[in-house]
């Protein structure tokens, strides 16, 4: 089994930034790639960026590119999700979530096996 928390999350006005955290425990050599997910109220979880444990491989959704960074500290068996200029359509509970296969459907929900409890963030105008 892997545990996954996520912190960091929280109100800001637009175009500012936050950092997101996601502490991994348990299992954590079995986990290959973590993804962050958002899921704002009435949608569907959407995919947001993941970045595979070796940080080799990183991907992110058209709607955060270059606003957004991934990236992995292994020794903290953290992952950080880096939030610049910020727009209130990024308003969301984000979810961190752990695969433990080389998937190439990674950007799917469905793919990972662990997810965190989510962290709120709220981005007013």
């Known amino acids: 089994q892997v545990q996954l928390v996520e912190s960091g999350g929280g109100l800001v006005q637009a175009g500012g930034s936050l950092r997101l955290s996601c502490a991994a425990s348990?299992?954590?050599?079995?986990?290959?790639?973590v993804g962050w997910f958002r899921q704002a109220p009435g949608q569907e979880r959407e995919f947001v960026t993941a970045?595979?444990?070796?940080?080799?491989?990183?991907d992110y959704s058209d709607s955060v590119k270059g606003r957004f960074t991934i990236w992995r500290d292994n020794a903290k068996n953290t992952v950080y999700l880096q939030m610049n200029s910020l727009k209130p359509e990024d308003t969301a509970v984000y979810f961190c979530?752990?695969?433990?296969?080389?998937?190439?459907?990674?950007?799917?929900?469905?793919?990972?096996?662990?997810w965190g409890q989510g962290t709120q963030v709220t981005v007013s105008t």
């Open positions: 979530a752990a695969d433990s296969s080389d998937s190439t459907i990674y950007y799917l929900a469905r793919v990972y096996d662990y």
């Open positions: 348990g299992r954590t050599f079995s986990i290959y790639r």
């Open positions: 970045i595979t444990l070796s940080g080799l491989n990183t």
